[in-house]
């Protein structure tokens, strides 16, 4: 399978815990989103990248929520002292800007679960 | 600011029936629209993409029409299949920004 790959597909955390999610996008594209999706909404943008660039970070993105693309290839979303309200499907995406083609591929996602 | 919503959260046809699914967009800047399927459990999958240079592109079974007089972007499902049930969303996006999302329809195909 070549498509984006998310890990782990589930977690559940204790309150107040820290935990790191993994995003290995499509091989060759150069952007990468993290999405937020709650229950009977759409995803909601959290960040880009373009390679290791971080270039957009929503307001949704608290100090306790950093990212990371250390050379441009997989990332990294950790959530530290997680509460409840982060409870959610955390979507990973990748595209290849060009001017022909934009369509961005999500992941599966990983379902966290903070009780 | 920049949104994008849908006109009706569910919608219900019968197998077969072509489906018509619309969203209206509020950012007239944007240049590049997306429809995404969902499943349960599921990330979002890539259905079709229109530019804002156009305003109709074609599918397998579905097409995509782009009004920007009225900021209106539609999804036709042709001959819709119980396969086809699950939630969609358009989404936009602006020259340098990140895909921007509705609430989604959700559409049911009964047999």
């Known amino acids: 399978d070549t498509g984006v790959s998310q890990d782990p597909r589930h977690k559940i955390t204790k309150r107040g815990q820290n935990v790191t999610f993994r995003c290995d996008p499509i091989?060759?594209?150069?952007?990468l989103y993290w999405y937020r999706q709650t229950l009977g909404q759409g995803p909601e943008f959290l960040t880009y990248f373009q390679n290791e660039a971080q270039l957009e970070k929503s307001r949704l993105l608290s100090d306790r929520f950093s990212a990371e693309r250390p050379k441009g290839s997989f990332s990294t979303l950790e959530i530290q002292r997680t509460e409840q309200g982060d409870s959610a499907m955390y979507l990973c995406?990748?595209?290849?800007?060009?001017?022909?083609?934009?369509?961005?591929?999500f992941g599966q996602g990983t379902r966290l679960t903070v009780v | 600011g920049e949104s994008v919503g849908l006109h009706l959260p569910t919608l219900s046809v019968q197998e077969g029936d072509n489906s018509i699914i619309n969203c209206a967009y509020s950012?007239?800047?944007?240049?590049?629209f997306i429809w995404y399927k969902q499943e349960s459990g599921k990330g979002p999958q890539f259905i079709i993409d229109?530019?804002?240079?156009?305003d109709k592109r074609q599918g397998q079974r579905v097409t995509v029409l782009l009004n920007k007089t009225v900021k209106h972007l539609s999804l036709q499902i042709a001959a819709t299949q119980p396969g086809d049930s699950a939630v969609y969303f358009c989404a936009e996006r602006g020259a340098g920004t990140a895909l921007i999302f509705g609430k989604g329809t959700t559409l049911s195909v009964s047999s």
């Open positions: 950012n007239s800047a944007s240049d590049y």
């Open positions: 091989s060759e594209h150069n952007r």
């Open positions: 995406a990748s595209s290849k800007e060009s001017r022909a083609r934009t369509e961005a591929f």
């Open positions: 229109i530019r804002s240079n156009m």
